[in-house]
């Protein structure tokens, strides 16, 4: 089925900050308190935001998948869609912050080889795609998004800011998402298109 999308599917740059600004209070309690989950949680919802990886890839990373140098970080997706792996460039802001957890998952006791899950369960073991998502509804609404917000909106909207901030780079936001056809990548340029916005910018006042 053909991805349809209209502007309601993508979370506002305020909307963004909100929602990352409440994940990261609570992170930052969680750790005095010594809760795991919602620094996990933090973590997870950051990688949504600013890689746009599905959830499917998210519960599959591992710790040998983050390239975390300076200058050259990413996020290999080992098993994209359609079994194939992909190298997601990411920002400062997200490597440093994927740093600080490593570094706290070995505070905490928890493994960081490289095989090892990046991502853990309470249990300790994988996660499952519906307990992404119910974290990602808990925090939604506790900064008051509209309820059709799912964790797989973070991705509409990473690819969204990904497509302005990069002057309308198509190439780009096709390889970051994992597209194996420009024609799916092509709904965002579509749905945001410059010249609609400068055209209902111009109508008559």
Do not use: C
């Given at each position: ?74 996020i290999i997706v080992r098993h ?72 797989h909106s973070c991705r509409h ?49």
């Open positions: 089925m053909p991805l349809r999308l209209t502007q309601e599917d993508f979370l506002t740059p305020d909307q963004v900050r909100r929602l990352k600004a409440h994940a990261r209070r609570e992170a930052d309690l969680a750790r005095r308190n010594g809760r795991k989950g919602p620094v996990r949680d933090w973590a997870m919802l950051h990688v949504a935001l600013d890689a746009g990886l599905r959830v499917s890839e998210i519960i599959a990373l591992r710790v040998g998948d983050l390239l975390l140098e300076p200058g050259h970080s990413a994209g869609k359609g079994g194939k792996e992909r190298g997601v460039d990411i920002g400062q802001a997200l490597r440093d912050h994927l740093r600080e957890y490593l570094a706290w998952k070995q505070a905490v006791g928890e493994a960081i080889g490289e095989e090892d899950l990046l991502f853990l369960s309470p249990r300790g073991g994988p996660l499952t795609r519906q307990a992404v998502y119910l974290m990602f509804k808990r925090l939604a609404a506790k900064v008051g998004l509209p309820s059709r917000f799912t964790i909207t990473y690819a969204s800011l990904l497509y302005r901030a990069s002057k309308f780079n198509l190439r780009l936001v096709q390889k970051q998402l994992g597209h194996a056809s420009i024609r799916t990548t092509q709904v965002y340029a579509d749905v945001l298109s410059a010249d609609a916005l400068e055209a209902v910018n111009g109508l008559p006042q």
